[in-house]
């Protein structure tokens, strides 16, 4: 039973901070790569940062660059997304993916945890 399952969303106030947990279970977590995606709603989905398997390589979406963190635990089997410097626009569905490639949409999915960023 593959299962990633994403905590952590809610609201948050401009400039605050948000940490995001990707539980995985089921698969050899150790052997893929994560991929975090997000969509505002009616937009479409947005690649947001990726980490690799081994390593903990670490790619972001340029408009994350400076304010997001990707990061894994193997061990715990849990991906994170610490968020901060939040601005509105940061508003989606944040989803969790596992795959092969950076930036590439994989077969395994989470199903989506709210952030919501309002003063």
């Known amino acids: 039973q593959v299962q990633l399952v994403e905590s952590g969303g809610g609201l948050a106030q401009p400039g605050g901070s948000l940490r995001l947990s990707c539980a995985a279970s089921g698969f050899t977590f150790s052997t893929y790569i994560i991929n975090w995606y997000r969509q505002a709603a009616g937009k479409e989905r947005e690649w947001v940062a990726s980490i690799t398997n081994i390593g903990g390589y670490t790619k972001y979406a340029d408009s994350m660059k400076g304010r997001f963190t990707i990061s894994r635990d193997n061990a715990r089997t849990t991906v994170f997304l610490q968020m901060n410097s939040l601005k509105p626009e940061d508003t989606a569905v944040y989803y969790c993916?596992?795959?092969?490639?950076?930036?590439?949409?994989?077969?395994?999915w989470g199903q989506g945890t709210q952030v919501t960023v309002s003063s």
């Open positions: 993916n596992a795959g092969f490639w950076e930036g590439h949409e994989g077969i395994y």
